[in-house]
């Protein structure tokens, strides 16, 4: 039995307790400021209202201000915050963390570097660490709904220290969480990060089918397909160009696959594929603030400082900038349909 | 305006009359042995029964008898057979065309060697051929139905011959159907049929959510994510042991992607996942011709051969040799969830 500190308490952190509890550990589950009435709630009755799901017994709720109590004796801290709060984490809560606290993060994202380089947040923050620690982070096609309905989920754990990453494994993995270990982090975070702002461009298919043919038509996947390929052809190269194996890409289309069924990413691809623009869809969806439109701003402006170095080809990447352009330059959609595969 | 000839009026072959068709050519639909009521039909009233859709003016349709007839004047030639028609096409058509016509093949598959590779049909077909002739063939996803109803869709010819492929494209090619132009027919060709192998393994997970929740649970998708990228993975190596480049991988992607929607793939792969032994889900099929079961069974027996003389590793294809017991060795479903990624 080990004891898990989780920070962040929104869905997929919180999902996290579930193969943890079922591994026999305890679990200090710890709201971000933002998190207060998650916690309360949780504190309870162990009722999670963003999950509708009562989380395990094993789970112990604290609000931001007992971080510090519950730290001493933990042998994992997992941080389950999304990329908004990846900043909120490095200032505040990794200082606190004792020195050789291993840290598994859920967050996925890509920094930008002032070089035109994107760096992973585990790569990005270690390298500012006054003290070096052990930041690993997990990846792979995992929704938070399906993990506390203990359905076969297949990740990755990747960092740097395998055997440290070998033994996080042992503490998780479950008969239906199911754990690879890579040090490959730039290649596995990449396909992840990447995966966010592609689908934005696969489940556009599915606004521009309902444009053209009513919004009750069957489904076509002919168009998704299409821009499934041009999505996976692209995210390869953008791995490769990043510094990952190409293997990596595995992650980044089993990720992708389940991206483009559901939440917030396929509503906005849905109404930009429809016709509305980028701030028409942002009011329907209540400026939701979405990973993906992040993603697709730092990876594109990254290109394009690269590519005004001669260091890569814009037109190796024309959905991207495709997405760059309705997001940021208030383009309509036009899909590049005859520059695909080139 | 050119005259194009297409021999088999099955879905697809007869689909391609469309974007033949909007870029004013003349199309004769030619049936193979087992196409006579569909050509009997559309000989009455352009009305094709299996697409249930009407045929562009452009069309006439001809039954086999009269295809020395037809010959004379075409500038191209679709074979639009399905795998287990191409050894009636090879034997029974090649042979009567005129030596310069070219032949595009929408048939997908992968034809097992003496030495234990696996070659696409264009290049097997042609390596046999007395007389040699371009033969190349279309691969990518594109399903009929939605050819028929001008969705877009990205496709790729592929063969020996650039400027012949490109003049092919400018055939067909239209505004919704998008081609690209590729001299690595090994890499497409295994790409487009191996994808039929593994649309089975990523459907089984519907029926294996089925078993475990009943038949109108919410669909999940982690299983199928994870059996997507493991497909990928399998895919990837697959392609380059089999001598394709790399980057063929956005094929079998996008093409995976459409294939695990729909049709009878996903039936037999969600009638596995339940549970039933393959004897029983063709029975339950009605014994219909699967190329899934087709392409799993002959890149297994290729694996085998190359593994026993140690050019392959069995381990590295854990879904494949899964596919494989539960279709040929009575084996039930098993995954090997803790395998992927290996």
Same mark, same amino acid.
């Given at each position: 039995?080990?004891?898990?500190?989780?920070?962040?308490?929104?869905?997929?952190?919180?999902?996290?307790?579930?193969?943890?509890?079922?591994?026999?550990?305890?679990?200090?589950?710890?709201?971000?400021?933002?998190?207060?009435?998650?916690?309360?709630?949780?504190?309870?009755?162990?009722?999670?209202?963003?999950?509708?799901?009562?989380?395990?017994?094993?789970?112990?709720?604290?609000?931001?201000?007992?971080?510090?109590?519950?730290?001493?004796?933990?042998?994992?801290?997992?941080?389950?915050?999304?990329?908004?709060?990846?900043?909120?984490?490095?200032?505040?809560?990794?200082?606190?963390?004792?020195?050789?606290?291993?840290?598994?993060?859920?967050?996925?994202?890509?920094?930008?570097?002032?070089?035109?380089?994107?760096?992973?947040?585990?790569?990005?923050?270690?390298?500012?660490?006054?003290?070096?620690?052990?930041?690993?982070?997990?990846?792979?096609?995992?929704?938070?709904? #399906? &993990?506390?309905?203990?359905?076969?989920?297949? $990740? @990755?754990?990747?960092? !740097?220290?395998?055997?440290? +990453?070998?033994? *996080?494994?042992?503490?998780?993995?479950?008969?239906?969480?199911?754990?690879?270990?890579?040090?490959?982090?730039?290649?596995?975070?990449?396909?992840?990060?990447?995966?966010?702002?592609?689908?934005?461009?696969?489940?556009?298919?599915?606004?521009?089918?309902?444009?053209?043919?009513?919004?009750?038509?069957?489904?076509?996947?002919?168009?998704?397909?299409?821009?499934?390929?041009?999505?996976?052809?692209?995210?390869?190269?953008?791995?490769?160009?990043?510094?990952?194996?190409?293997?990596?890409?595995?992650?980044?289309?089993?990720?992708?696959?389940?991206?483009?069924?559901?939440?917030?990413?396929?509503?906005?691809?849905?109404?930009?594929?429809?016709?509305?623009?980028?701030?028409?869809?942002?009011? #329907? &969806?209540?400026?939701?603030?979405?990973?993906? $439109? @992040?993603?697709?701003? !730092?990876?594109?402006?990254? +290109?394009?400082? *690269?590519?005004?170095?001669?260091?890569?080809?814009?037109?190796?990447?024309?959905?991207?900038?495709?997405?760059?352009?309705?997001?940021?330059?208030?383009?309509?959609?036009?899909?590049?349909?005859?520059?695909?595969?080139?």
């Amino acid at each position: 039995m080990s004891i898990i500190t989780i920070v962040g308490s929104g869905m997929m952190g919180s999902a996290m307790s579930v193969p943890a509890a079922d591994n026999g550990h305890q679990i200090r589950l710890v709201g971000t400021p933002l998190d207060r009435e998650i916690i309360a709630s949780v504190q309870k009755n162990r009722y999670h209202p963003r999950l509708d799901f009562t989380l395990p017994e094993a789970v112990q709720a604290y609000q931001i201000e007992q971080l510090q109590e519950v730290l001493p004796g933990s042998d994992l801290l997992i941080g389950g915050i999304s990329s908004f709060g990846i900043k909120w984490f490095e200032e505040q809560v990794l200082p606190l963390l004792p020195d050789r606290l291993p840290v598994l993060l859920v967050t996925k994202g890509l920094e930008a570097q002032p070089d035109g380089n994107l760096l992973p947040f585990p790569l990005a923050i270690g390298s500012r660490l006054a003290q070096p620690r052990p930041l690993h982070a997990i990846g792979g096609p995992c929704t938070s709904y #399906e &993990l506390i309905r203990r359905q076969h989920t297949a $990740v @990755a754990f990747c960092g !740097s220290d395998l055997e440290l +990453l070998q033994w *996080q494994r042992k503490l998780l993995a479950t008969e239906y969480y199911h754990v690879r270990c890579t040090t490959d982090v730039k290649g596995l975070e990449c396909a992840v990060a990447l995966k966010n702002a592609y689908a934005l461009a696969v489940t556009m298919a599915v606004g521009m089918t309902e444009r053209q043919h009513g919004i009750d038509c069957p489904e076509f996947y002919n168009p998704a397909a299409a821009l499934f390929g041009q999505s996976v052809r692209e995210m390869g190269r953008l791995i490769r160009l990043l510094g990952g194996q190409p293997d990596c890409i595995s992650y980044a289309a089993g990720d992708l696959y389940v991206t483009v069924y559901g939440g917030r990413t396929r509503k906005l691809g849905r109404l930009l594929g429809r016709g509305l623009s980028f701030q028409e869809a942002k009011k #329907e &969806l209540a400026d939701v603030t979405l990973e993906s $439109v @992040a993603i697709v701003s !730092s990876t594109a402006q990254a +290109l394009r400082q *690269q590519a005004a170095s001669g260091r890569v080809r814009l037109e190796d990447y024309p959905l991207l900038m495709m997405l760059d352009a309705i997001i940021n330059h208030q383009a309509e959609v036009q899909v590049p349909w005859d520059r695909f595969g080139e």
